[in-house]
């Protein structure tokens, strides 16, 4: 029994010092060599919703990377997403392999691009597939049904999103809004390519009102049903509807997960970054959540690491990475209280916001990470059958399911310490 916690122990620290690098990454993205761009044998990134630097990468580059392939001990993958930051102090490089290297700290590590997915030789009428659905790590088929949201009429979005302004400089698609029968056709050509695919994750700005936007992801939900059938999960990232019995009708079409999200638990900084929100009521959106958890057994809420502690006035010169830590954990208490699993994005900006640019601390934020774990997994809301928070293992953008994956496994060491113990009582005996 000791061998095997002393073997764990090892791919644990190795598993965790990754999850660190990973936190880096996303703090301060990466920047790359034009070698990298030469092989062209990986999923290239299309700027379907965000831009995560003011300044747009000059070649093509991978739109995740695998740091860690999982192990016999630690099955889990470690992927991050490639967020372009021409002045980071990690570079990726094609030098007999591809790897990620810090230049101030000298670290040095493989990586993996994740492959092409042929997704820019198929298409749906005259557009390529890849303009309508992404792949997003191995498993998700990712689609933004529309980069215009209605709170932008009347300047009431939310401060640090940039889904519009993106769109207006990055048209990966001829319209705002996607036709609902491309969508499908899309979502069945995908799901034809890719025997990987799992998962369907659909977002989306706004639409005219909430409920007709809830009715486009249902008519959706309907066009794909068949997918149900290879046991694909339905997930949706939405506002909740003004008439909640749509939710009803949101499971019947198969969807499995709604995720509507808070962006900021403090009450008082919800109504300053999130107006639209605000007018629909803080208050509301956790009836929603509550009705949701109904509907679905289970539901989701994510924040904005980042923004939780920001002032009044969005000063960003005031951060402080002690304080985001503390604010943002008293976030995930608060959505645990209320049964609510809780779930968290990392801010990044084009400067296209009215936040700014805010320098993220990696350190900061791996210790955010390891705390959000602990706090997830001692609370019981995520069942015992399931090995991860979100999706499967991978979630590049964010730290939800590492985090999650370091609890884990620090209870499984401490369980082999306990049994290792007790193995010792009984040869003393």
């Known amino acids: 029994m000791s061998e095997i916690r002393h073997d764990l122990m090892q791919e644990y620290k190795h598993f965790e010092f990754l999850v660190r690098i990973k936190a ?9 060599n034009q070698n990298v761009g030469k092989r062209k044998d990986f999923n290239r990134k299309q700027i379907h919703l965000y831009q995560h630097c003011a300044t747009l990468h000059p070649i093509d580059i991978p739109e995740d990377l695998v740091l860690y392939s999982g192990s016999m001990l630690i099955p889990e993958i470690i992927m991050t997403k490639f967020r372009y930051n021409p002045d980071s102090d990690w570079q990726m490089d094609d030098e007999n392999g591809y790897k990620l290297r810090n230049d101030r700290t000298g670290v040095e590590i493989p990586v993996e691009p994740t492959p092409q997915t042929g997704f820019d030789q198929h298409f749906i009428g005259e557009l390529p597939l890849s303009s309508i659905v992404q792949k997003l790590g191995t498993d998700v088929a990712g689609v933004v049904l529309s980069n215009w949201c209605f709170y932008f009429q009347n300047n009431h979005e939310c401060r640090f999103c940039e889904i519009f302004p993106t769109y207006q400089s990055q048209k990966t698609f001829n319209k705002a809004q996607k036709p609902i029968e491309q969508v499908v056709e899309g979502l069945k050509l995908a799901f034809q390519i890719d025997s990987h695919l799992k998962h369907v994750l659909i977002t989306s700005g706004n639409m005219i009102s909430y409920d007709h936007t809830v009715r486009e992801y249902i008519k959706i939900g309907e066009g794909i049903k068949e997918l149900k059938k290879k046991n694909i999960n339905f997930q949706a990232i939405l506002m909740p509807p003004e008439n909640f019995l749509l939710m009803d009708e949101m499971r019947n079409v198969g969807f499995h997960r709604v995720c509507m999200n808070l962006e900021v638990f403090d009450p008082q900084l919800f109504e300053i970054i ?22 679905f057994d289970i539901a989701y809420s994510s924040i904005v690491y980042g923004i939780q502690s920001l002032s009044p006035d969005l000063d960003v010169t005031k951060w402080d990475p002690a304080k985001e830590n503390q604010k943002a954990l008293a976030g995930v208490d608060g959505l645990l209280e209320k049964k609510i699993i809780p779930l968290f994005t990392v801010y990044h900006t084009s400067e296209r916001n009215a936040i700014g640019l805010i320098r993220i601390d990696g350190e900061a934020l791996f210790a955010f990470t390891s705390e959000y774990g602990q706090k997830v997994f001692s609370s019981g809301i995520i069942a015992e059958s ?14 939800i399911n590492d985090g999650y994956s370091l609890a884990k496994y620090q209870k499984e060491i401490a369980d082999l310490e306990t049994f290792s113990m007790e193995d010792q009582k009984v040869i003393r005996k």
Request: zero cysteines.
């Open 24 to 32: 880096d990454l996303l703090a301060k993205g990466i920047r790359v």
């Open 274 to 295: 999130t107006p639209g929100k605000a007018a629909y009521g803080y208050q509301r959106l956790f009836e929603a959540l509550d009705y949701a958890s109904k509907v």
């Open 386 to 399: 399931q090995n991860s928070i979100s999706f499967d293992s991978t979630s590049p953008n964010d730290l």
